[in-house]
């Protein structure tokens, strides 16, 4: 399970990664740092080990790296250490020692994930700043853990464990990488589910706010953990029914109450959960770029009539998985997928019960359908840690 500590230090999150409150592919903000957010952890580098503000426990103290030694455990950054580019930078490859975390050669000691702020970032120094607040309090087996910081002069970054299988959206939608099984998807789905659940279960809750499959990570067993939280932030409280945000997020993903009012609410996070299984079942994406201006341009905008109708609903499937699944599974998924993406909240389940759900249909013992129609009997497979 996970440890929940004390709640995090408030951010404003100046801009959005893909979608604004007019859903504009291609908005920027101008908004800074507040001072708030600047005095809300002290980052020195002649500190060791840095704790949040709010960790009473002292459990999920971060390291402080050096970024001389951050350069050095990534080859200084070379081009055949990079994993990845995104808006807020570049991710890099690395080599520490386990114990002393100092930089060890290529092949030796653990590999990390190093990820490294565009410098002048303005929204980029927020997310980070989320990043330690949030992933430097919170431990749970389905959260990518973060293992330290670097934040001196003018670079930031942050050390996380690598994910050797990477992304889910490699899987499912890179060409000539070799299709995922219905039992894997299904694991990814329930991982997730607990991750969201987690965070959702909280005191107070936190919202993840840009669930995704290039966010889901993957580890050498498959295992799927949640990455990325510069979008998180904490939610309603008390009496409160949601609590107002400027809209962002990722487009095709994001609930449509949030992108039309601001309203923001664990139920938000659910909807893209729906958006993730449905692209599990499917194998296309949350939005197809060669579709857009269309007036069929997002999967859900496709899958939801297909999802509805139960004569229909096995269109949907990945023919990839060559019919290698049980029918009565994929329909019980395919529901469930429908019920997250209702339109209206108040509707949609808790991720509580959507793990519930989902854990109910991985125990099942149902019949595995094969393309050549012969069918075997299957016991859940033991997961491992």
């Known amino acids: 399970m996970g440890i929940c500590c004390a709640k995090p230090a408030k951010l404003a999150h100046a801009s959005s990664t893909n979608i604004s409150a007019r859903d504009n592919l291609n908005s920027k903000s101008n908004v800074g740092p507040t001072d708030s957010s600047q005095k809300t952890l002290s980052l020195t580098s002649s500190t060791s080990v840095i704790k949040p503000k709010f960790d009473v426990s002292g459990a999920c103290a971060l390291k402080s790296f050096s970024f001389i030694d951050l350069r050095n455990a990534t ?7 990079l994993l990845g580019e995104g808006g807020f930078g570049c991710v890099f490859k690395g080599w520490i020692d386990e114990h002393s975390y100092l930089p060890t050669k290529p092949g030796t000691g653990i590999v990390v994930a190093v990820k490294k702020l565009k410098r002048g970032s303005l929204q980029g120094y927020k997310e980070w700043l989320a990043e330690v607040n949030y992933l430097g309090q919170l431990r749970h087996d389905n959260l990518v853990r973060l293992i330290g ?8 970054l942050l050390v996380y464990e690598y994910m050797p299988k990477g992304s889910l959206e490699n899987h499912l939608f890179r060409k000539g990488v070799a299709p995922i099984s219905w039992r894997v998807r299904m694991n990814i789905a329930v991982d997730v589910a607990r991750g969201l659940s987690f965070l959702h279960s909280c005191e107070p809750n ?6 995704k499959a290039s966010n889901i990570l993957l580890d050498s067993e ?25 809209v962002m997020g990722t487009r095709g993903y994001a609930a449509p109450e949030y992108v ?30 060669e579709k857009v201006g269309r007036v069929e341009e997002t999967l859900v905008d496709w899958g939801k ?17 060559g019919g290698q699944y049980s029918r009565k599974e994929a329909q019980a998924a395919a529901s469930l997928a429908l019920n997250c993406l209702h339109t209206d909240p108040k509707n949609r389940p808790s991720m509580v019960d959507v793990l519930e759900e989902l854990e109910r249909l991985l125990s099942s013992k149902d019949v595995l359908r094969t393309p050549d129609s012969r069918a075997i009997r299957r016991t859940p497979p033991a997961r491992s840690r």
């Open 75 to 81: 080859k200084n950054f070379r081009s055949e250490s």
């Open 149 to 156: 910081y670097c934040s001196e002069s003018d670079d930031r």
């Open 206 to 211: 936190v919202i993840y706010r840009d669930l």
């Open 222 to 246: 498959f295992n799927a953990k949640l990455s990325d939280f510069g979008l998180a932030r904490e939610g309603p409280t008390g009496d409160k029914t949601h609590v107002s945000t400027r």
């Open 260 to 289: 039309a009012t601001g309203h923001l609410t664990p139920k938000s996070d659910v909807y893209s959960f729906g958006v993730v299984l449905l692209e599990l079942l499917s194998g296309k994406r949350a939005l197809d770029q």
């Open 305 to 321: 009539p297909l999802l509805s109708d139960s004569k229909r609903m096995l269109r949907i499937m990945d023919t990839r998985m």
